[in-house]
C-alpha cells in the first residue's frame, strides 16, 4: 500500500463547478498537508499548506484536512479553464513549517483536471 | 526574479549511455531537492542537500544514480548506464531550507527518454 493515495482521473468539469479532489494517507505521522498544482510540462507550484486537521481558505480554494480518518480535500470553487492542470497532494512529518529542520515530503500520483469552458 | 532552472529540457539517450542534468536553484536557497516523475506517478524523492551537510541520499534507487551539489548554488545528477526505466521527468526544487521557509520551488524538469 502507498502511503498516500490519489485519483489520477482525469475529472472533467464544466466552468463554474465546485471541484473536489481527495487523498487518502496512511501514515499518521503526517502533519503538514500540501496541495500543488502542475501545469503541463512545468513543474509543480505550491497551491495551500494546512498544518493538522481543520480547513483552510484561499480565495477560490479551500482545503481540508481529517486526521482521523486520514483524508484530505481541495475544493475549488467557480472552477475556471485556467485551473486546468494537475493536482498533486503532499504530506510530511518532520521540521516546522517556516523554521529550521528538514521536510522531507511525500507526493501523491496527482489527479488531472479539465476544466471545460 | 529568475526561479529555477534546469538543463537540459529534453535528453534522449541511448541505454547503457552516461547523463549529467543540472539545476540551478533560486539565489540564496540553501535547501535543493531531486525528484523523479515517472508517467502516472507522483514524485519520487531521490536526494537532499542542505547547506554544507551531508546530502540524505536515501532515495537514490541504485548506485547507479549520484548527485554532486557546489557550496549553496549548481547541483547535477548523474545517471550512469542508464536503463529505460530510467525514462522520465526529473524535478529539481529549492527552498530557503533552514532558518526560512520550506516551501519548494520547482524548476521545469528534466524529461529523459532511454532508447
Known amino acids: 500500500q502507498k502511503e498516500v493515495e490519489q485519483d489520477p482521473g482525469p475529472l472533467s468539469v464544466p466552468e463554474g463547478a465546485i471541484v473536489s479532489l481527495n487523498c487518502t494517507y496512511s501514515?499518521?505521522?503526517?502533519?503538514?498537508f500540501m496541495w500543488y498544482r502542475q501545469y503541463s510540462r512545468k513543474g509543480p507550484e505550491l497551491l495551500m499548506y494546512?498544518?493538522s486537521s481543520g480547513n483552510k481558505e484561499d480565495g477560490r480554494f479551500t482545503a481540508q484536512v481529517d486526521k482521523s480518518s486520514k483524508y484530505i480535500s481541495l475544493f475549488i470553487r467557480d472552477s475556471q479553464p485556467s485551473d486546468s492542470a494537475t493536482y498533486l497532494c503532499?504530506?510530511?512529518?518532520?521540521?516546522?513549517w517556516g523554521s529550521g529542520g528538514y521536510q522531507k515530503v511525500t507526493f501523491g500520483t496527482g489527479t488531472k483536471l479539465q476544466v471545460i469552458p | 526574479g529568475a526561479g529555477v532552472s534546469q538543463s537540459p529540457s529534453n535528453k534522449v539517450t541511448e541505454k547503457g549511455k552516461d547523463v549529467e542534468l543540472r539545476c540551478d536553484p533560486i539565489?540564496?536557497?540553501?535547501?535543493l531537492y531531486w525528484y523523479r516523475q515517472r508517467l502516472g506517478q507522483g514524485l519520487e524523492f531521490l536526494i537532499y542537500?542542505?547547506?554544507?551537510?551531508?546530502?540524505?541520499k536515501s532515495g537514490l534507487p541504485s548506485d547507479r544514480f549520484s548527485a554532486e551539489r557546489t557550496g549553496e548554488s549548481v547541483s547535477t545528477l548523474t545517471i550512469q548506464r542508464t536503463q529505460q526505466e530510467d525514462s522520465a521527468v526529473y524535478l529539481c526544487?529549492?527552498?530557503?531550507?533552514?532558518?526560512?521557509?520550506?516551501?519548494?520551488?520547482f524548476g521545469p524538469g528534466t524529461r529523459l527518454t532511454v532508447t
Open positions: 503532499a504530506m510530511s512529518s518532520g521540521g516546522v
Open positions: 501514515n499518521s505521522a503526517f502533519q503538514y
Open positions: 494546512t498544518y
Open positions: 539565489s540564496g536557497h540553501t535547501a
Open positions: 542537500f542542505q547547506g554544507n551537510s551531508a546530502p540524505d
Open positions: 526544487a529549492s527552498s530557503l531550507g533552514q532558518g526560512g521557509g520550506y516551501e519548494q520551488y
